[in-house]
């Protein structure tokens, strides 16, 4: 496989699972037309998905098709960023039960689309055409996913008290799992070699500056980050992913070969 | 995506009478003569007590069905076997809660609050159609409800294109462009399954034996039975009988069955061609007033995660308010 | 003063298409202020379609005519659009209404 191929994997892998979590609220938002911009932004996320798994699957070829890639690879093989897999509420071990918060929801959403908005956009210059389309699709959504986040993370913190709590409380828990955004990586590392990808390390100025301005305004706190740093991206998870995959995958690997 | 196709009054056993004591008959009979003409009676139009009573508790009903009717689909988005279908399927349950709002807009016209709705909904005393009061046990199920429950919604939801209430009419209009997409999608997942592999059929004809019988009871009871039937008629918000909708639906789908490879479960369904349509056997009305009055398999579960979901997210609405008014505040002392 | 509201207000939401030469009224929708209506109504009414120009109003900025000003079906109290109860705001210290 390609370093650009396996970058598109860690691009897809992303997509696929932040899409899948921000899905979990279908039918239990706090209005409806939260319900609605949430399905949007989910679409949009499992769309990119599609694109990414896609591409790699053509240029892995031996017919390898987007489903293959997105139901039949385990919990190893997944480069995403631990940051999305994590369900929608405080930290808790793999197997533990809770409600669903709100502000987790959004404050994550906000930290991946401030990234992702800066990385579309240097992508969408890469010499990979194919890679710079989606890129450039990719980029009017995530615009919209980092509008829509702010505004509610700005929301929360400049809200009530307990919507500032829980906004505070949300981005004390996610934050740290941003420093993965600028560990190196050898995929990324070839990838960036082969001259198709930026170093998304360039952009982290960038990223400060947004996240920096938005929780200005939210009056919210930057947490400090130490100690362990997320491998996500290396294919090694949370708990949760296992979680998320087991459900994911499950009907898909019931039935393998069956066409839907 | 739908609506029970009765008014089922939100006190059972209490009859639906026009109160005429304080209208003017000549706004009655003004009232009347539009009517007649199948005109549009629009929101700041005179009307009687009862045709806004009726309109509000049919619409809402309607609007709290599309909200309810996310969650026996929506429980399948995790699970969906392929991304294709996992698209499809949040973007028709998203339909659904759009639906669902265009619907209390609607309904908001006429003067009463979607809060007010909403609370009527959550305490059980304002109902929506029964068939969402039925788990979905299988990933079929999501494709027979697009074929049959959106076919059936479809059925009822043209001829209300031309109710006589314009908010409510321009409304369907939105929802029946949206919805018919989404049967030919439930379909279509269907017609791949029945091509597919020997469980993949298993899977359909199993959804359809549960499904079926439910879906010809959404129709409502027989119009002898429907007491709120001829007021509807009469006033041009239903066009169409419950017979007759559950009929036409019947020699529809009967045929589309028939391309799918499924059989409906109803020995007594024949050609008859005397009457130029189906006959079909006896529908348990029993257990759909069972259903509608609360005691059907999910009821509560629908229910309650409805409660739950609105009580969760009264902190997100809060905020949002809290975040408004004191954005307010600073424009006023900016301007000062 | 105001009354404290327990739901979002209500916004009308006009859309005129690509194409468009005018906008038009597609439905309403609740918000806590303009800008989130804005962002509601794109998600709603247009599932962000481009190209797409947006009005939002609050429903009880909105000053309507009679529409049967020669006598059809005229209802004198109605300037509003709704009847919302409200619409119509009650000073805090006549209560509850």
Not at chain 1, 188 to 209: F, M, N, P, Q, Y
Request: overall charge negative.
């Amino acid at each position: 496989m390609s370093a650009t191929t396996e970058y598109l994997l860690h691009l897809a892998d992303n997509a696929v699972v932040l899409g899948q979590r921000n899905a979990e609220w279908c039918g239990h938002g706090p209005a409806i037309e939260e319900d609605i911009a949430l399905a949007n932004v989910s679409l949009d996320l499992i769309g990119q998905a599609r694109l990414l798994y896609q591409q790699a699957a053509e240029r892995i070829g031996n017919g390898a098709t987007e489903d293959q890639l997105a139901y039949f690879r385990d919990v190893p093989d997944f480069r995403n960023y631990t940051l999305l897999e994590l369900p929608h509420h405080s930290a808790l071990v793999g197997y533990a039960k809770s409600n669903m918060d709100y502000g987790t929801t959004i404050v994550r959403n906000f930290l991946y689309s401030a990234l992702m908005v800066l990385v579309w956009d240097a992508l969408q210059k890469s010499p990979d055409a194919d890679l710079a389309a989606i890129a450039a699709k990719s980029l009017k959504e995530a615009r919209y996913h980092l509008h829509h986040a702010a505004d509610w993370v700005v929301k929360f913190g400049d809200g009530t008290e307990e919507s500032h709590a829980r906004a505070q409380a949300a981005l004390d828990h996610l934050f740290p799992y941003t420093e993965e955004f600028w560990t190196p990586s050898a995929i990324e590392d070839a990838a960036i070699a082969s001259g198709a990808v930026t170093d998304v390390r360039t952009l982290r100025a960038a990223w400060d500056a947004i996240v920096a301005d938005t929780l200005a305004e939210a009056t919210l706190k930057r947490p400090e980050v130490r100690g362990y740093v997320p491998e996500g991206k290396h294919g090694r998870h949370s708990e949760h992913l296992s979680y998320l995959l087991g459900e994911m995958q499950v009907l898909a690997r019931a039935h393998p070969g069956a066409t839907w | 995506m739908y609506t029970q196709s009765f008014s089922v009054s939100d006190e059972p056993g209490k009859q639906q009478k026009p109160v005429l004591s304080t209208e003017s008959a000549e706004q009655m009979a003004k009232f009347d003569a539009r009517i007649d003409a199948d005109g549009r009676i629009e929101p700041q139009d005179w009307m009687p007590e009862a045709y806004r009573k009726t309109l509000v508790r049919q619409i809402s009903q309607h609007a709290h069905s599309e909200i309810v009717g996310m969650l026996p689909e929506g429980n399948w988005i995790s699970r969906a076997p392929s991304l294709k279908r996992k698209a499809i399927l949040i973007a028709k349950v998203q339909d659904e809660g759009g639906h669902g709002l265009y619907l209390y807009s609607a309904a908001e016209t006429l003067g009463t609050g979607r809060d007010k709705m909403l609370d009527d909904l959550h305490s059980g005393k304002a109902k929506y159609s029964s068939i969402f009061n039925y788990p979905t046990l299988n990933w079929a199920d999501v494709g027979v409800i697009g074929w049959l429950v959106d076919g059936a919604a479809i059925m009822n939801q043209v001829p209300l294109c031309r109710c006589s209430y314009g908010p409510y009419a321009r409304a369907m209009v939105r929802v029946c462009k949206e919805e018919s997409f989404h049967q030919r999608q439930g379909y279509e997942g269907l017609l791949v399954m029945m091509q597919g592999t020997e469980a993949q059929k298993a899977m359909v004809q199993d959804a359809v034996n549960r499904l079926w019988w439910k879906c010809l009871a959404m129709f409502g009871p027989p119009d002898a039975d429907s007491p709120n039937s001829a007021l509807g008629m009469r006033w041009g918000i239903k066009r169409v009988s419950n017979d007759d909708l559950r009929q036409k639906f019947i020699d529809a789908t009967v045929p589309q069955a028939k391309v799918l490879g499924v059989t409906l479960p109803d020995p007594d369904l024949k050609w008859n061609e005397e009457r130029g349509h189906y006959d079909y056997g006896q529908i348990d009305w029993n257990e759909f007033w069972e259903t509608v009055n609360g005691n059907g398999p999910c009821n509560k579960e629908r229910l309650s995660t409805r409660v739950k979901a609105h009580n969760d997210g009264a902190w997100v609405r809060e905020a949002a308010n809290a975040h408004a008014r004191k954005q307010q505040q600073r424009q006023i002392k900016e301007a000062a | 003063m105001s009354i404290e509201l327990k739901d979002w207000p209500l916004w009308e939401v006009f859309v005129r298409s690509k194409q468009g030469l005018e906008h038009k009224h597609c439905g309403s929708l609740h918000a806590s202020d303009a800008a989130h209506a804005l962002e509601a109504a794109r998600d709603v009414y247009t599932r962000r379609q481009e190209g797409v120009s947006i009005w939002v109003v609050e429903s009880k900025k909105i000053t309507a005519s009679n529409p049967d000003d020669k006598g059809e079906l005229f209802d004198p109290a109605a300037d509003k659009i709704y009847r919302h109860p409200t619409f119509y705001e009650i000073p805090e210290e006549v209560g509850h209404m």
